[in-house]
């Protein structure tokens, strides 16, 4: 069973930056992608951005703030660099990793952006 490790969730103040790590339980490389995807309160679940098994980050939805998106190799993690925090992009944002049209999800890690 596939299972996704998140950090890097929590308060920040706005202006701040987080940076989110996700580490699958197996090799990294056996996804066509991981990324991010966030939800906000009230909202449909959005693409971050994921990155491919060749490496290439992939954007989705434009943040406030510049965001990157990177992977380590040696550490089978993929991390998602979030810069700028305002207080509307406080959500939960999960993990995802997919095989083809098979999505594997974290349980999600909450950023909350105090004004």
């Known amino acids: 069973q596939v299972q996704l490790l998140e950090s890097g969730g929590g308060l920040v103040q706005a202006g701040g930056s987080l940076k989110l790590s996700c580490v699958p339980s197996v090799n990294i490389f056996e996804f066509n992608a991981v990324g991010w995807y966030r939800q906000a309160p009230g909202m449909q679940r959005e693409l971050v951005g994921e990155?491919?098994?060749?490496?290439?980050?992939n954007y989705g939805i434009a943040m406030n703030g510049p965001t990157i998106l990177t992977r380590d190799n040696a550490k089978n993690t993929v991390y998602l660099q979030l810069n700028s925090l305002e207080f509307e992009d406080t959500a939960v944002f999960s993990c995802n990793a997919r095989i083809l049209h098979t999505h594997y999800w974290g349980q999600g890690t909450q950023i909350t952006v105090s004004s």
């Open positions: 990155v491919e098994l060749s490496g290439k980050p």
